[in-house]
């Protein structure tokens, strides 16, 4: 028996966390069986603090450091959350996961696409995401959404604009070879974007 492993993607301040936290809302309600909401980074207690290390000491990490920090992370994440969770036939819902290092990484920093590639697999112990949720968005709605926010900026977030755009540009190529992805444009409500991730999942037949 094998659950589901959904995942929300996309660059900072499209929406993607408000979405997977609706989405796990509703599908609690409605589907009889476990599911969690997880992200990366972050999933573990070892994520944790990997999540500090990679949001605040930019100036001392390497990209590939950054990067391979990351797979430690996701590694963790398989382990202890997500492989155990599906096997038993649970849901997962995971805010980020392998497509954020081959965008952020692999396009955004220049980083080898294949490495990235292959060490993610390595990580997920083969495991691929059933069902990918991009939330697309162009750069300039998601700094105003994210200086709106009023909080402080991780190293991320203080990238420029080029950066952003390449990251953009990574998304859409990794998932222009892609069948399972579900494309939603960020500039709709979350209620609308719920609407959309559900009518998929009954496309799928997942939720009978
Ligand atoms: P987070 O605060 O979780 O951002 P968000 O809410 O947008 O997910 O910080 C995670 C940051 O790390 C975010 O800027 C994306 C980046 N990231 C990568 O660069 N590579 C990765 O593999 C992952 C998982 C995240």
Request: proline content about 2%; some cysteine.
């Amino acid at each position: 028996m094998t659950g589901k492993l959904i995942t929300f993607e996309g660059i900072d301040g499209c929406g993607k966390t408000t979405l997977a936290k609706a989405v796990y809302t509703e599908l609690s309600n409605r589907l009889g069986k476990e599911i969690i909401f997880t992200k990366e980074p972050g999933g573990t207690p070892l994520g944790q603090s990997l999540r500090t290390i990679l949001q605040t000491q930019k100036s001392i990490v390497c990209d590939l450091a950054e990067y391979l920090l990351f797979a430690a992370d996701r590694a963790q994440h398989f382990v202890q959350t997500i492989m155990p969770t599906l096997e038993q036939g649970g849901w997962v819902l995971a805010d980020r996961l392998a497509d954020s290092s081959l965008a952020y990484q692999g396009y955004g920093r220049g980083l080898s696409t294949e490495q990235i590639s292959a060490t993610n697999a390595w990580a997920m112990q083969g495991r691929e995401p059933d069902l990918t949720i991009y939330v697309r968005i162009d750069v300039e709605t998601a700094f105003a959404r994210i200086a709106k926010r009023n909080e402080t900026l991780t190293s991320f977030e203080q990238e420029k604009r080029a950066f952003w755009q390449r990251v953009i540009a990574g998304y859409e190529a990794i998932f222009a070879q892609r069948t399972n992805v579900l494309v939603l444009d960020g500039n709709l409500t979350t209620q609308e974007q719920v609407a959309y991730v559900m009518k998929k999942l009954e496309q799928l037949q997942w939720l009978s």
